[in-house]
């Protein structure tokens, strides 16, 4: 773990906190001492001169206090403000208010992967701010360099008043760019200049490549300049990475009903992804599940978990032998060639990513199920806020699901119903 933000080695920092931590009881003994003789030395006699007790810190106060401290001098030393994302900087800080014992162990699982990996939490912290700004930015589609047309205004609400909301989104945004790009982050009066309060003025201020255009109603509109705007592109651009077309370049209208993604890759269902989509499926127990494309059965895993009969069917090889040595069972072949039978009670899915193949495998999973069976899919962005082919209720994923994957391109989750 890298520690070049610090002046001092980690180790240096966790031995001055164990011997101040080791004092910690000499400290209050020794104020106790301080506090009687200061009442002795302010009273005659046995009369009472007016000094009342001091409200004296306990161990527990000095230990706590102590704690609270060094993990914040390795906060700051580490320079977490600048590579966290604004999310996670919130998450930390509010983790930080009761954190965990300070120990080298503990610091690295907090904050090794920001050091060790600080670009791609600077690039998710930016996606994270844009993404909540306008859904065009969820696309890496519309994100992919070069691409015309892209959003060059945003609607940041709860600008009015004395509230906080969204200028903590302007400034959000903003950080988020000023990290990207190496530079300073606009500072607190900065910002009062770029968004006064509403009482102070409406209108429109100008700074660090955006435009303010405040309104009475509590709306403001930011505009970017072009410089920014292409910075933004070349930030999220790089986070996506770039997901190939499914079709053939020298005939791009021709779209094979069956055939299997050219581009296929396999990006493995992530557990939280696989938890947060159990979580919101009810599955009875001795329910007949299918799910296509099922890879090494990490849903399959989770399926038998919690008693449902789970069918596997999987067109590659290799995976679909390691699913069955786990005990399930997988059929090998092409799903999109595999005769339906509308028996399921429910279909989990994560079809290919590429282009819009995975429009074809959804379409062709809603035939396996029967009347009024579920469909839950984990689809890119790209197929709810671009393409238009699929109609259900959505739900995004939070930024960078599938990383752990091999792929940040945004994801989301279909649930359709199949006809009565």
């Given at each position: 773990m890298s520690q070049v933000a610090l002046k001092r080695s980690l180790s240096d920092v966790v031995d001055e906190y164990n011997e101040k931590h080791q004092g910690a009881r000499a400290v209050v003994e020794a104020l106790a001492e301080a506090e009687k003789h200061a009442r002795a030395q302010a009273a005659v006699g046995s009369s009472f001169g007016g000094l009342t007790s001091l409200r004296l810190p306990s161990v527990r106060d000095i230990e706590q206090s102590l704690k609270v401290s060094a993990w914040g001098h390795v906060y700051s030393g580490l320079n977490i403000s600048t590579i966290a994302g604004a999310a996670d900087r919130k998450r930390i800080k509010l983790a930080l208010e009761n954190p965990p014992e300070f120990t080298i162990e503990n610091i690295r699982e907090t904050f090794g992967d920001y050091v060790s990996r600080p670009r791609f939490h600077i690039l998710k912290g930016l996606a994270e701010?844009?993404?909540?700004?306008?859904?065009?930015?969820?696309?890496?589609?519309?994100?992919?360099?070069?691409?015309?047309?892209?959003?060059?205004?945003?609607?940041?609400?709860?600008?009015?008043?004395?509230?906080?909301?969204?200028?903590?989104?302007?400034?959000?945004?903003?950080?988020?760019?000023?990290?990207?790009?190496?530079?300073?982050?606009?500072?607190?009066?900065?910002?009062?200049?770029?968004?006064?309060?509403?009482?102070?003025?409406?209108?429109?201020?100008?700074?660090?490549?955006?435009?303010?255009?405040?309104?009475?109603?509590?709306?403001?509109?930011?505009?970017?300049?072009?410089?920014?705007?292409?910075?933004?592109?070349?930030?999220?651009?790089?986070?996506?990475?770039?997901?190939?077309?499914?079709?053939?370049?020298?005939?791009?209208?021709?779209?094979?009903?069956?055939?299997?993604?050219?581009?296929?890759?396999?990006?493995?269902?992530?557990?939280?992804?696989?938890?947060?989509?159990?979580?919101?499926t009810y599955i009875r127990e001795g329910a007949e599940v299918l799910e296509p494309s099922c890879g090494c059965g990490r849903f399959l895993d989770a399926l038998r978990a919690v008693g449902a009969n789970a069918t596997g069917i999987e067109y590659h090889p290799g995976r679909a032998a390691e699913s069955r040595a786990k005990g399930h069972r997988v059929m090998v072949g092409n799903f999109l060639e595999v005769t339906p039978d509308p028996r399921f009670d429910l279909v989990v899915m994560n079809p290919p990513f590429y282009g819009k193949h995975y429009a074809k495998h959804v379409n062709h999973a809603m035939k396996f199920l029967r009347p009024q069976g579920q469909l839950m899919a984990i689809l890119p962005a790209t197929a709810r806020y671009d393409h238009g082919l699929l109609g259900g209720e959505w739900r995004d994923l939070p930024i960078g699901s599938f990383t752990e994957s091999g792929t940040n391109i945004n994801t989301v989750v279909l649930k359709k119903r199949a006809a009565a």
């Open positions: 701010v844009f993404c909540n700004l306008d859904p065009a930015f969820k696309s890496h589609t519309k994100m992919r360099v070069g691409v015309k047309g892209l959003p060059k205004r945003v609607i940041i609400s709860g600008f009015g008043g004395y509230s906080d909301w969204g200028r903590d989104r302007l400034h959000d945004m903003l950080k988020a760019i000023a990290a990207y790009e190496g530079k300073p982050a606009p500072t607190f009066e900065e910002l009062r200049e770029l968004a006064p309060l509403r009482e102070e003025k409406i209108g429109e201020t100008r700074g660090h490549g955006v435009r303010v255009r405040s309104f009475a109603n509590g709306n403001a509109h930011i505009f970017f300049d072009p410089e920014t705007l292409k910075t933004v592109n070349r930030a999220l651009a790089e986070f996506y990475g770039d997901v190939l077309p499914d079709v053939d370049p020298k005939n791009p209208e021709k779209k094979p009903s069956t055939a299997v993604s050219k581009d296929l890759q396999y990006y493995p269902t992530p557990k939280a992804v696989v938890d947060l989509v159990m979580a919101e």
